[in-house]
């Protein structure tokens, strides 16, 4: 009976010191209660305890986490253009009068304008009618940075009466951006 009472309070001094160890130990984070020559685990530290009728040893050993933290990969986000944005303007020509009159000839002006500026650029742009390159491009005399756009009679007498779309595009450089200007006109 003497000797069953001994190995009680062994077994409850190896659980009291179990259970005084977890509480101050800073690695585990739930100790269990262990009998004779087994161990115990939590999710970050195990302890294995070994009881003898003159001694209790208690050893911890670091276990590795399992679960790890993975952060998104970051997206680029778009950068802004260094280009400088444009649009196109018709000039007063084109403005006061965007009609054709079949077997006559016209011509039109059209401004390529860079966002923020006064100045217009000296720069040939294609002019279509319903998606299909028409007429000349050229830039008007004396440098006054305005496109002209004309067509010939004969040209002119080629468009069907009605609607078209007129499109005007400026395809871009290493300092500008591209824009396009379009606008319904009438031949009549």
């Not at 802004?80 to 020509?93: D, N, R, V």
């Not at 650029?121 to 006054?144: F, M, R, W």
């Not at 940075?145 to 009466?161: D, G, I, P, R």
């Amino acid at each position: 009976m003497r000797k069953s009472r001994l190995s009680l309070l062994v077994v409850a001094t190896v659980i009291s010191t179990i259970l005084v160890a977890g509480c101050t130990s800073p690695t585990q984070t739930s100790p269990q209660v262990a009998s004779t020559n087994t161990s115990t685990s939590s999710t970050t530290a195990s302890t294995t305890t070994t009881a003898s009728s003159s001694a209790v040893k208690t050893v911890p050993s670091v276990t590795p986490s399992t679960s790890a933290s993975v952060s998104p990969t970051p997206t680029a986000s778009p950068q802004p253009s260094a280009k400088i944005a444009t649009s196109i303007e018709g000039t007063q020509s084109f403005n006061s009068n965007p009609t054709i009159t079949r077997n006559s000839p016209v011509s039109w002006g059209f401004e390529v304008v860079p966002t923020g500026s006064a100045q217009l650029l000296s720069v040939p742009v294609p002019v279509k009618i319903d998606n299909k390159a028409i007429g000349q491009v050229t830039l008007v005399s004396g440098g006054t940075e305005t496109v002209a756009f004309s067509l010939t009679s004969a040209q002119t007498n080629s468009l069907a009466a009605g609607q078209h779309t007129l499109a005007v595009s400026f395809s871009g450089d290493g300092t500008y951006q591209p824009s396009v200007f379009t606008q319904q006109i009438t031949v009549t």
